[in-house]
T-cell receptor
Framework: RKEVEQDPGPFNVPEGATVAFNCTYSNSASQSFFWYRQDCRKEPKLLMSVYSSGNEDGRFTAQLNRASQYISLLIRDSKLSDSATYLCVVNRDDMRFGAGTRLTVKP | EAQVTQNPRYLITVTGKKLTVTCSQNMNHEYMSWYRQDPGLGLRQIYYSMNVEVTDKGDVPEGYKVSRKEKRNFPLILESPSPNQTSLYFC?????????????FGPGTRLTVL
């Protein structure tokens, strides 16, 4: 079983839609959590950290459920520019990356 | 501009021909690491370095070497590349090996071994 699991997608949604991604992790000792965004053939870039209380950054909301060991990312009012692969990242001693969920936002 | 640079960006080589991929960061970061990214597997760590002259194996170190003689540079060496090392490679750095520190990635090196 992979340490960090994500639905690979692809998620194809129209502009303005709300889309949610989930990610599960297997190691309960994990200490910090992130969502990274990766555009096609480019390097991953930090989108946001994920805190136990949940956090929001504009149209993006991230939540963490430690008891169930899952992390979610919600994107509201999606834009064409949101098209990318979203990587769930879990940190215990080292960062562990999910394989990513691909999102395509269409006009 | 704060950045992580990698060279070359693209490389096609043949089995057994030694190669080095360079990585350099200008942010005075202590921690640097190398990842490979393969479809369906996500990024897997090859080697990391917590500071100058301190390196350690990640999850998939076989077939790779690294060195950290200076803080800013962390080259990845493939002494005898094989086709299963065909992949997309990323170098990354962060201020420390800390649970809260963001990693900054280089632009990637796409390696093909024939």
């Amino acid at each position: 079983r992979k340490e960090v699991e994500q639905d690979p997608g692809p998620f194809n949604v129209p502009e303005g839609a709300t889309v949610a991604f989930n990610c599960t992790y297997s190691n309960s000792a994990s200490q910090s959590f992130f969502w990274y965004r990766q555009d096609c053939r480019k390097e991953p870039k930090l989108l946001m950290s994920v805190y136990s209380s949940g956090n929001e950054d504009g149209r993006f909301t991230a939540q963490l459920n430690r008891a169930s060991q899952y992390i979610s990312l919600l994107i509201r009012d999606s834009k064409l520019s949101d098209s990318a692969t979203y990587l769930c990242v879990v940190n215990r001693d080292d960062m562990r990356f999910g394989a990513g969920t691909r999102l395509t936002v269409k006009p | 501009e704060a950045q992580v640079t990698q060279n070359p960006r693209y490389l096609i080589t043949v089995t057994g021909k030694k190669l080095t991929v360079t990585c350099s960061q200008n942010m005075n970061h202590e921690y640097m690491s190398w990842y490979r990214q393969d479809p369906g597997l996500g990024l897997r760590q090859i080697y990391y370095s917590m500071n100058v002259e301190v390196t350690d194996k990640g999850d998939v170190p076989e077939g790779y070497k690294v060195s950290r003689k200076e803080k800013r540079n962390f080259p990845l060496i493939l002494e005898s590349p094989s086709p299963n090392q065909t992949s997309l490679y990323f170098c990354a750095s962060s201020p420390r090996k800390s649970e809260d520190d963001t990693q900054y990635f280089g632009p990637g090196t796409r390696l093909t071994v024939l």
